[in-house]
């Protein structure tokens, strides 16, 4: 969790210039051009690179202090954040290395929702889509992954491997029961250690990881034996658009 959020700070420099440039929508941008961003004054967003990307623009860097009421509501968002990511760890009973994989998958959920700050849903406003939350299953719980049906599979080899839900892509959306691109759920897989996206899966919502296995919450060295590397489930066959399913 620890190195993920400094990863997170270094690349939100990068992500401001981003929703500053509004690159997916260039013909507002020119429209209606940014005129001043307020920020705090971390690390991230006062440095050399960003003065020199808001002077080619003209646009107005207003520095405040860390408690200032203009960022009340980025903190309240954050806040909200940090709570659902708690709610969900606790009832997942996941261990601690599990962290930001609930925060990312509750930014997913609210990403979903209206806001009424820009009075719309923001992943519509991002992309122009109308996302459908149909597809959306508790984080942690159990999922059935299909195992492809290739030639070296043989038949006393299971037909599925067990895992839990982490949640989706970021950039996955589902609209109408029609998902964008394959191997978009992620899932963590105990036998093999590692998190692996996967085009379908079947979801069983009662029952979470802490059901089947122990992990003492308030240990931090609970998680440390949790190296594992994302990759996707090798397959030869062609796979059709993913799909969760409950059972």
Avoid at 120 to 134: T, W, Y
Avoid at 182 to 200: C, H, L, Q, R, W
Avoid at 225 to 243: I, N, V
Wanted: glycine share 6%; net charge neutral.
């Amino acid at each position: 969790m620890q190195r993920y959020m400094l990863w997170a700070e270094r690349q939100a420099g990068r992500g401001i210039t981003k929703i500053v440039q509004r690159e997916h929508e260039p013909a507002e941008s020119a429209k209606f051009p940014v005129q001043r961003v307020l920020t705090d004054n971390g690390g991230e967003f006062v440095n050399k690179d960003m003065k020199t990307f808001y002077a080619g623009r003209g646009i107005e860097h207003i520095k405040v202090g860390p408690k200032s009421s203009h960022l009340n509501a980025v903190e309240r968002a954050i806040q909200s954040l940090n709570d659902n990511t708690k709610t969900q760890m606790h009832k997942s009973g996941f261990s601690r290395s599990f962290c930001w994989y609930a925060l990312l998958y509750g930014v997913y959920i609210k990403n979903m929702m209206y806001h009424r700050a820009i009075e719309g849903i923001p992943v519509h406003q991002m992309i122009g889509v109308k996302a459908d939350v149909h597809h959306l299953r508790p984080f942690g719980s159990l999922v059935y992954i299909q195992v492809p049906n290739i030639p070296e599979r043989s038949k006393s080899d299971d037909n599925a491997i067990i895992g839990y839900l982490l949640g989706f892509k970021m950039d996955t959306v589902v609209e109408m029961d029609t998902v964008v691109e394959m191997d978009t759920v992620g899932v963590y897989i105990p036998s093999e250690n590692t998190v692996k996206f996967v085009a379908e899966v079947r979801v069983i919502e009662d029952v979470m990881y802490g059901d089947r296995h122990h992990v003492d919450p308030t240990n931090r060295d609970d998680g440390e034996w949790l190296h594992f590397a994302t990759e996707k489930l090798e397959s030869k066959t062609t796979r059709p658009a993913t799909r969760v399913t409950t059972a």
